[in-house]
């Protein structure tokens, strides 16, 4: 939600900062804007509409800069407008801000600002920070954001700059990431990592309530009482290379055909010599798993889909209750919770404001929390009692596609190591099944290679404006993970319904414009999703059906048919989600969507 960077350094600012912002603009991208120092004043482009529509003006900018801040939105407060894009300036021009996140109060603060005579150009919270700053400021930058900061309320993380202190920047978090990079002769502040790798691959991490100050050859890390912090510095574990497209035509597509890989890699060294299972991360994590009575999965998105395949595994392998509560509708109830109910968070970014909350309610009432993460070292692997990382690689198309399968990878391997620690699973089974996990790569590798009638059929089907994907069981979380997919990307409308529900409603939007794709691999409930296709068909409806290879009736009653590689009823998702994804994105793409930046959406969603 929001990229931000500052750069100070030896390099040319204006190229380093715009490089900086396309390796964030996954997280928004409806405007965007760069402010440079020239070591006397500020200069500031910014444009409406994505990092485009900003690099034909660079050259407006000074080229001697030696530092700057830069921005690209997704927005919250006001619209997507040339003026309510980032950088912020203070009245004269002095100060200027890049903000992620929202101040709640900045009505309040607006008004009062406003009273005592400053004027604002944007409708965005964001810009009271610049004015506030600007208030506080008597020469000392750092003690100016320090002492605006005390005023305001929600999340942020802030990069300022002064035109009177050239070559310093200052960096302030709460509840939206920012992450300090450590150059030789340069440093960086910047909301993710990615950003950094032009110029280093050392970082590291603000925690809530920390603030930083750059220069070119120094930094610093201080608290909210100004007390020096001392962090170690981290190696970025991935390089430029893992953040350019690699010869795929999209990000999103790159990122399914590296699906077998993360579903590897999050499998990987899992297991000891003695054949037990054993999640290295989990380890010392002080959780006691044999007191466990419930298990309650929170998520948002993709990540939700793969919480609700964790309710399916659970309650195969061990007698718990298990629930999935969608994050942003979890806390605010304020449900009962006690340390004998675990909280499983599922986040690619580990930064989904709506998540953490449901962490953090996990720990006021004393419950303990494990994360399902992608990203190492985010605000919810540090804040979780225990985290299980996902190891999928560096996601930059905004639809999920291989954290999903990798989340899916680690709701199985959860499964085991619970049922395992717990004593509800045979040693025996616990290994087998861990190394059937592993022979899936090769069929989510033969899905990939086999793409042909998921192209037939997105070129017959892509002008339809209503899809409805059925699954049931196990695979219903798969129909609603599709549907999601279609949507996000083609801007078709889609459902994903449970096939024996489609009965009670959605039957009646049914007619011969309207496809409805069957997820029907061969399993115990196969003749029941039927039945379902049967009530589709009698009304007239185009039915796609996703089958298992070698099911020689499918083709008597449907349309079309898609085959997936045959494997355990259990572990049909994991080849049902990739072909899934693939017919999104083809239909998508015959439509000409911009697959990696579909309108209106951000991937990291640090607001509630
Ligand atoms: C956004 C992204 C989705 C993602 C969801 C949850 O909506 O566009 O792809 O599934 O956030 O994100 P998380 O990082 O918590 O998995």
């Given at each position: 939600m929001c990229g931000i960077i500052g750069y100070v350094g030896f390099r040319p600012v204006n190229e380093t900062l715009f490089r900086g912002l396309r390796r964030l603009e996954y997280r928004g991208y409806d405007s965007a804007g760069i402010a440079v120092h020239d070591g006397e004043r500020i200069s500031l482009l910014k444009r409406r509409g994505n990092l485009d529509s900003l690099e034909p003006h660079l050259e407006a900018l000074p080229r001697e800069a030696s530092m700057g801040i830069a921005h690209t939105r997704w927005a919250t407060h006001g619209h997507p407008t040339t003026e309510n894009a980032h950088p912020h300036l203070d009245c004269r021009g002095e100060i200027a801000v890049v903000h992620n996140g929202i101040i709640e109060n900045f009505q309040e603060l607006r008004e009062e600002l406003t009273a005592r005579g400053h004027r604002f150009l944007s409708q965005t919270d964001s810009e009271v920070v610049a004015h506030l700053v600007e208030e506080e400021y008597q020469g000392d930058l750092l003690e100016a954001v320090r002492r605006a900061l005390r005023r305001l309320e929600g999340a942020y993380a802030l990069v300022v700059m002064s035109s009177r202190e050239p070559g310093v920047l200052v960096g302030a978090r709460k509840d939206s990431p920012l992450v300090l990079g450590l150059g030789e002769g340069e440093n960086l502040l910047a909301s993710a990592t990615p950003a950094l790798l032009d110029c280093t691959h050392r970082a590291l991490a603000l925690e809530n309530g920390e603030m930083a100050k750059v220069t070119r050859d120094t930094w610093r890390l201080l608290d909210l009482a100004g007390r020096p912090v001392e962090r170690r510095p981290f190696e970025i574990p991935y390089d430029v290379a893992a953040v350019?497209?690699?010869?795929?035509?999209d990000f999103m597509l790159k990122e399914i055909y590296e699906q077998p890989q993360a579903w590897k890699n999050t499998l990987?060294?899992?297991?000891?010599r003695s054949g037990r299972l054993r999640i290295e991360e989990l380890e010392g994590h002080g959780i006691d798993l044999s007191s466990i009575r419930r298990i309650i999965f929170v998520s948002c998105g993709t990540s939700y889909h793969a919480s609700l395949l964790g309710r399916y595994i659970f309650e195969a392998w061990m007698d718990i209750p298990v629930e999935v509560d969608i994050a942003s509708e979890f806390y605010y109830r304020e449900p009962r919770l006690d340390p004998s109910c675990l909280v499983v968070a599922v986040s690619q970014s580990g930064e989904t404001l709506d998540t953490m909350g449901a962490v953090r309610w996990a720990a006021r009432c004393g419950a303990p929390s494990l994360s399902v993460v992608n990203v190492v070292g985010s605000m919810m692997a540090r804040e979780s009692d225990g985290v299980l990382y996902t190891h999928a690689g560096l996601e930059i198309g905004v639809a999920a596609t291989k954290t999903f399968i990798a989340q899916m990878a680690a709701v199985y391997l959860l499964g085991l190591y619970l049922g395992q620690e717990r004593g509800l699973l045979e040693e025996g089974f616990v290994r087998e099944v861990f190394s059937y996990l592993e022979s899936l790569t090769g069929s989510i590798e033969e899905v990939l290679e086999d793409t042909e009638a998921v192209e037939t059929c997105a070129e017959k089907y892509c002008r339809c404006e209503d899809f409805l994907f059925l699954g049931r069981n196990i695979n219903y979380p798969m129909a609603m993970e599709a549907a999601l997919k279609l949507k996000e990307i083609s801007y078709i409308h889609a459902e994903g319904y449970p096939a024996g529900e489609m009965?009670?409603?959605?039957?009646?939007?049914?007619?011969?414009?309207f496809p409805v794709v069957a997820l029907i691999p061969s399993d115990p409930i196969y003749d029941k999703v039927r039945n379902n296709i049967e009530e589709v068909r009698a009304r007239q409806a185009p039915v796609i059906a996703m089958a298992t290879r070698g099911n020689h009736e499918v083709g008597g009653f449907s349309d079309e048919a898609i085959f997936v590689p045959e494997v355990r009823p259990q572990f049909n998702p994991v080849v049902l989600a990739p072909a899934l994804q693939l017919l999104a994105y083809h239909i998508a793409k015959m439509r000409g969507c911009n697959v990696d930046q579909p309108r209106n959406l951000a991937k990291t969603v640090t607001v509630e």
């Open positions: 350019e497209k690699g010869g795929y035509a990987r060294g899992r297991l000891d009965k009670h409603g959605p039957i009646a939007l049914l007619h011969p414009g």
